[in-house]
């Protein structure tokens, strides 16, 4: 891997990241393919041409189904989905979180219920790696623990030194998985995640032993998990300048247009989140001046596109009446179409992004954006 900063403006950063599967512009937006799937009947032809750079799965997930030993079985994700460019597997540490009510945990790892059938999982840092060796996705996240951002005190102190721990052993089980004959992806990067909830102070000590541990990369977990928008935005000030600034940065799981400006004029480069492909699904579409309900009546015979000059597939051909019919009709069409517009609003957001940090303007650019998007209601 190779990370190389071309510009900076303040704490913001354009840079480019290469690795075994391509380069990454960042600062980048990785659209969320959960199951090896967008939600929403969107096909790798699809992604490609809305401008995906890189797709995140979900390690839990995959193990559950189909099972990650036959995905290594059918050569790995990227052949199993048929998409050449860099993916991102999330490590299960969010189901941690997410599924509190059907784990339990311990020093060696979490003891799951699955989801879908109920029948016992157990995944620990090891497991986590293999499953993600199996995938041979580019990059893999450490297993750690995601605790709530309410969380108290000692409880998150006790978690953040058992995800150091975590950590460690995910380190060097990587390191044996990439020497092994039979690993599809040798050249697997591991990034490491920073936790510590909405407390500073227990951020920055994370951040400052990790950095120790000269991963490929390091995230920034355990944020929009019910926390403020401006602690979200005090955190990340806090912990950035104690993770490495050759290395690229990931906010875990955000977020809005707003919260991504916002975090790159603090130093992140990768983002991830649901909000385009799921908001899309039940008719809220992003704009340059907000967001629209298309299920709403004054769309009903509203002959034009999502937004004027937008270059996704559903505004360059169909009009509001005709998708918020579709919608209406329940054909899958209508959701499609809206998923579409809704990627291609947050990929060509992190264009715009990186070109006004090329040409020295984010400040200007963000400000002007911001203004517009949360500035009254779409004409």
Known sequence: MEYKILKTEGAAKRAQMTTVHGVIQTPVFMNVGTVAAIKGAVSTEDLEQIGTQVQLSNTYHLHVRPGDEIVKTLGGLHKFMSWKKPILTDSGGFQVFSLAGLRKIKEEGVYFHSHIDGRKIFMGPEESMQIQSNLASTIAMAFDECPASTAEREYVEASVARTTRWLERCKRKMAELNQREDTINKAQLLFGINQGAIFPDIRIEHAKRISELELDGYAIGGLAVGESHTEMYHIIEETVPYLPKDK??????????????????????????????????????????????????????????????????????????????????????????????????YNHLMTEIRDALDNGRFQEYKKDKLEKMTGGQYP
């Open 248 to 345: 690229p940065t990931y906010l875990m799981g955000v977020g809005t247009p707003a919260n991504i400006l916002e975090a790159v004029d603090r130093g992140i480069d990768f983002f991830d989140c649901v909000y385009p492909t799921r908001n899309g699904r039940h008719a809220h579409l992003y704009t340059n001046a907000g967001k629209i309900n298309l299920m709403n009546a004054q769309y009903e015979t509203d002959d034009r596109p999502i937004e004027e000059g937008c270059g996704c597939p559903a505004c360059r051909r169909y009009s509001r009446a005709y998708i918020r019919h579709l919608l209406k009709a329940k054909e899958m069409l209508g959701m499609r179409l809206c998923v579409l517009h809704n990627l291609y609003f």
